[in-house]
């Protein structure tokens, strides 16, 4: 069932990329077109993940339980950038943009230490 649901997030990801792609292509040297461009990196960021994950190259078994640690190197890499893309629209000062992106870092590395730490209520 994991893999059905990598294979749709992977395809997902994939329409839109090729959706702001295009968003960009057609913006090309108009105000904006960071935006649509800089989600295109996103998702294509996110679908080469995702297909790592459905791959096998970034899953790995720890403490008895496997672990998609691909989604982690995709979310330290795209959940900062789009709290950047997030904060300039809203018109954030960059010191606070930057604070929340690295509280989120901060959150993502910590929730894969977690992950990958043994149960302390393991039966025994």
Excluded: H
Aim: hydrophobic residues 55%; aromatic residues 14%.
């Amino acid at each position: 069932m994991t893999q059905l649901w990598l294979w749709i997030a992977f395809i997902g990801m994939v329409f839109g990329c090729i959706y702001f792609g295009l968003k960009a292509t057609a913006m090309r040297r108009k105000e904006g077109m960071e935006f649509p461009l800089e989600s295109f990196f996103i998702t294509l960021w996110a679908a080469t993940l995702y297909l790592t994950m459905i791959l096998g190259e970034t899953v790995s078994q720890v403490n008895g339980q496997t672990v998609y640690w691909g989604r982690y190197v995709d979310w330290v890499v795209t959940t900062p950038l789009l709290l950047l893309e997030l904060g300039v629209i809203a018109g954030l000062r960059p010191k606070l943009i930057v604070g929340v992106m690295g509280a989120d870092i901060f959150m993502i590395l910590t929730g894969l230490v977690a992950t990958l730490e043994a149960s302390p209520f393991s039966a025994n």
